[in-house]
């Protein structure tokens, strides 16, 4: 089969043949239709400091992926041949004290499709049935494709209760235009998004954002008069940056709620005069609730979620460096790679 495969340790990605995976008891075979570019992928493809010491090569890449089941594992049930289904990307063990409580999205003993093990940017993938998310028929392949992010900006999104709050998203890339929209899809008032990319900023407010802000000409303190508020209320740290997440606690109101999906250096400082004297309440989001955000991000598309309006680009899997140089540019939202041969 054709695999996009990190063949050594170095910058760049390959379209090779590689074996197919045979799916073993408790799995399954997808024969993948849609695979999305994500974030950590062109981490990847750039070889940068991150995938030098996570990824070790030969990896199929690709977490974000839709397709068919091909073959099901002896001991599955529960599932046909044939029917259309995404995954979740992190393989949990079961056993540890977070999987028996309910917790598995904070398994310690996580390993990531595409990351630790062979992933969906081929034409068949092997993944646990436990893993299978099954996507209903209204929903389009090519937005099924990305229910992985989608489902981390929900897990972001709805940590706090948003329903007229004022919310301050700092980044927008992919998952904080999606987080906007989500902050929009469930009754916020005011949804300011800030970043230093225009193209991004437009899709921010396609997607709902009430103010977008580029930091190179405006401050986010002068738009907090503008909007006339004391603080925010729900904040949402996406871009990684320090010195957003510094101006986010800046502007948060006291008694506010922060939720931290960038990854920060972790060199970054943090005036903890802002969180202690504010008492603000700050969580980590790591990944997705499994599987209670996957029947969330469901069901928000089968009730008119906009997901569409931050698909930007369709290519056909050959040209998948074209779909990297537009992830390095940020001049895109979500890029979809086709492997079924329908898209010219």
């Not at 992926?65 to 990307?89: D, H, M, N, P, W």
């Not at 063990?93 to 310690?108: D, E, F, Q, T």
């Not at 990684?240 to 920060?264: R, T």
Request: proline share 6%.
């Amino acid at each position: 089969m054709r695999a996009l495969v990190k063949p050594e340790a170095a910058p760049g990605l390959e379209l090779r043949e590689v074996p197919v995976p045979t799916p073993g008891p408790n799995e399954v075979l997808i024969e993948l239709e849609k695979t999305s570019i994500c974030g950590t992928d062109l981490h990847i493809y750039q070889w940068d400091e991150w995938s030098q010491r996570t990824i070790r090569p030969p990896l199929v890449l690709g977490h974000e992926f839709v397709g068919r089941i091909k073959e099901l594992g002896s001991s599955v049930q529960g599932y046909e041949q044939g029917q259309r289904v995404s995954a979740e990307g992190h393989v949990v063990c079961g056993v540890c004290r977070n999987c028996r409580a309910g917790k598995p999205h904070l398994c310690p003993n996580t390993e990531g499709i595409g990351v630790n093990r062979d992933g969906g940017f081929a034409e068949y993938v092997v993944v646990p049935a436990t893993n299978l998310w099954p996507i209903p028929d209204e929903i389009p392949s090519e937005l099924a494709a990305f229910f992985d992010p989608f489902g981390n900006a929900a897990h972001c999104a709805l940590q706090f209760d948003l329903v007229g709050e004022d919310v301050l998203i700092t980044g927008a890339g992919p998952i904080g235009i999606i987080a906007a929209g989500i902050a929009k899809h469930v009754g916020a008032r005011h949804i300011v998004i800030s970043d230093v990319n225009d193209y991004r900023l437009q899709l921010a407010r396609d997607m709902g954002a009430t103010r977008t802000v580029n930091v190179k000409d405006e401050s986010l303190l002068d738009v907090r008069k503008e909007l006339g508020i004391d603080g925010f209320d729900v904040g949402m740290e996406m871009s990684g940056n320090p010195h957003a997440f510094g101006d986010l606690l800046k502007l948060m109101y006291n008694g506010g709620k922060v939720a931290l999906l960038g990854l920060l250096p972790k060199d970054a400082g943090v005036d903890w005069d802002q969180v202690i004297f504010k008492g603000l309440e700050v969580h980590g989001i790591y990944g997705r609730r499994m599987y209670e955000t996957w029947y969330k991000i469901t069901q928000m598309v089968l009730t008119g979620f906009p997901l569409h309006k931050v698909l930007t680009h369709q290519i056909a899997i050959d040209d998948f460096e074209t779909g990297f140089e537009l992830m390095a540019s940020g001049q895109c939202g979500k890029i979809v790679c086709d492997w079924t041969g329908k898209i010219e």
